[in-house]
């Protein structure tokens, strides 16, 4: 949809209805900022779609996180005088509902990712002219929209460096929008529903209790977590980001999923800080590549909306998947017998969040060491993350399976023990998320089985009994491995 500038003499005076999705910031809001602009009468509404066809239910995990951000945004809205009226339904029924019992004549909202999303906001911006409404669109959930980064002969560019290099050679960094000073409330908003109607919070049993210890959701939050990163994360990020034992991460990764935070407003500060000498160069290019995967993943989306199922490399369609339902709920579990593995996956059950470097070990132990279609672990970090979405979850796995767009060192078999030997040395973060290895030595904390029996004894530990014996041997699994990748390539 394309994006629209409008002068504020041109809007009328008549009710404003703002439709916030993936963006639930008042912060660098192109939609919000438009309407103020006017300041015509203004409601906002955000609409909990699992009804237009082809919307992908929100994991667990991401549903706890909406709650949250709405209640913060339903705040905020509050504290300027503007409503948010909660629905849920078809977005093609209800938007155009609310917008009549409003008597709007502009509806404002920013673009969303995904095939069905677009659909669905087409349809909703169809019926919305029909009935002589004024519809406006931006694009503020990416720095480029969708199809505008083009490699020299034309098209979206296959690999990430050279997306990467044609984005760097496209990109107008705009300031990042303020919030409005002035916003106008309708004084009587359409009624709508409770945000406990929903549903979105777990209750028998209530499984959250980690995540509510780790994540404050919210524009203010991510604002500060920002601030936070800027002053002590982002200084040694080049080398300290594979360190699941250190805190050189954002950790913004949610609060840009559900936009409460804008890429351009995180490019922004780091660009500033680079441009001040305040961090160093190699630190802050190397952040800005992150943020750069995450656009290459969402533009790959929107060439590939059946990302998050179909291999890319169809050569994978014929990839030797094995079914073993025990391995994979002992993987789910952090049962593995490969303490990195275990941590990670213990991690994200507990705080619904998974440091980068071991996703990627995690990931491929399970589709390289027990040769296990890559969806399954798509569909479980999509329930269990909070930052999960459409774009980077799916293209991020992918890319570890080997069937991905940039996925060239297919063969690429993470060793679980040397990877935790080299980004976890003094065994910190196994110990914090698998206790029951705490009293192990350091050389031996990534390789429990290789320790002689009085070790064992004396850390308390009994293999198989109290901590499972590895699944797979590392070497075995690895030629098994190779084999099928191998007869998948030819």
Known sequence: MK????????????????WFRDDLRLSDNPALAALAEARAPLAALYVFDEDSPGIRPLGGAARWWLARSLRALAAD????????????????????????????????FNDRAGAAETKVDHA???????????????????????????????????????????ALKARRLDTPLPAPKHLEGVVHPPEGETLESFDLEPTRPDWSGGLRATWTA??????????AFMDAGLTGYAEG??????????????????????????????????????????????????????????????????????NIQRGFDAFPWRECPGELKAWHRGLTGYPLVDAGLRQLWQTGWMHNRVRMVVASFL?????MDWRAGEDWFWDTLVDADGANNAASWQ??????MDAAPYFRIFNPVTQGEKFDPAGTYVRTYVPELAKLPAPLIHKPW?????TLAHAGIRLGQTYPRPLVDHGAARERALRALESTRK
């Open 3 to 18: 994006t629209a500038r409008l002068q504020s003499s041109r809007l009328p005076a008549s009710p404003s209805l703002l």
């Open 77 to 108: 809205l509050k504290d300027r005088g503007v409503p948010l009226i909660l629905r849920r339904g078809p977005a093609n029924r209800v938007v155009p509902e609310v917008a009549a019992l409003l008597g709007a004549a502009t509806v404002a």
């Open 124 to 166: 909703v911006a169809a019926r919305l002219l029909s009935e002589d409404r004024r519809v406006l669109s931006f694009c503020a959930h990416l720095l480029h929209p969708p199809g505008s980064v083009e490699g020299a002969s034309g098209g979206m560019p296959r690999t990430f460096s050279s997306f990467h290099r044609a």
């Open 218 to 227: 919210g524009e203010a939050a991510a604002q500060a977590r920002l601030a």
């Open 241 to 310: 980001r594979d360190r699941p034992d250190q805190d050189h991460v954002s950790r913004l990764s949610p609060h840009l999923r559900f936009g409460e935070i804008s890429p351009r407003q995180i490019l922004s500060a780091v660009r500033h800080a680079a441009d001040a000498d305040a961090v160093p160069l190699v630190d802050a290019d190397k952040f800005e590549a992150e943020l750069y995967w995450r656009e290459f993943s969402y533009h790959l989306l929107a060439e590939r909306p059946d990302l998050a199922r179909s």
């Open 367 to 371: 589709t390289k060491h027990l040769l």
């Open 399 to 404: 890319w570890v399976a080997g069937s991905g």
């Open 450 to 454: 290789t320790a002689d029996t009085d």
